[in-house]
């Protein structure tokens, strides 16, 4: 069983940065895409970035593409999440997700999930 846990968010103020981490558990996630969404009030769960098993496939969302890394790190099981120039749309809970294999934009795609984390972004 794979355990999914988010850290790293909080309140910045637009124009700044923030680093989110996925941290898991449970066991070994080699084989795992993983990917980041990203839910505001009142609306659905948004594509973020994925990134494959092995960390040389990654896709983003054209709202963050230019502004947004995602890398992991298969020794330590983590995935994150670097966000640059954000802005006050970007605000939402970041929601860290994994599945078996190849990785997927969309969220019904993926069947394990973290409790995210808040990211706020003030104007």
């Known amino acids: 069983q794979v355990q999914l846990v988010e850290s790293g968010g909080g309140l910045v103020q637009a124009g700044g940065a923030l680093r989110l981490s996925c941290a898991a558990s449970?066991?070994?996630?080699?084989?795992?895409?993983m990917g980041w969404f990203r839910q505001a009030p009142g609306k659905g769960r948004e594509f973020v970035a994925a990134?494959?098993?092995?960390?040389?496939?990654?896709n983003y969302a054209d709202s963050v593409k230019g502004r947004f890394t995602i890398s992991r790190d298969n020794n330590k099981n983590t995935v994150d999440l670097q966000m640059n120039s954000l802005k006050p749309e970007d605000t939402a809970v970041y929601l860290c997700?994994?599945?078996?294999?190849?990785?997927?934009?969309?969220?019904?795609?993926?069947?394990?999930w973290g409790q995210g984390t808040q990211v706020t972004v003030s104007s």
């Open positions: 990134i494959g098993w092995s960390g040389t496939s990654t």
């Open positions: 997700a994994a599945r078996w294999g190849q990785e997927y934009t969309r969220a019904s795609m993926y069947n394990y």
């Open positions: 449970g066991r070994s996630f080699v084989g795992y895409a």
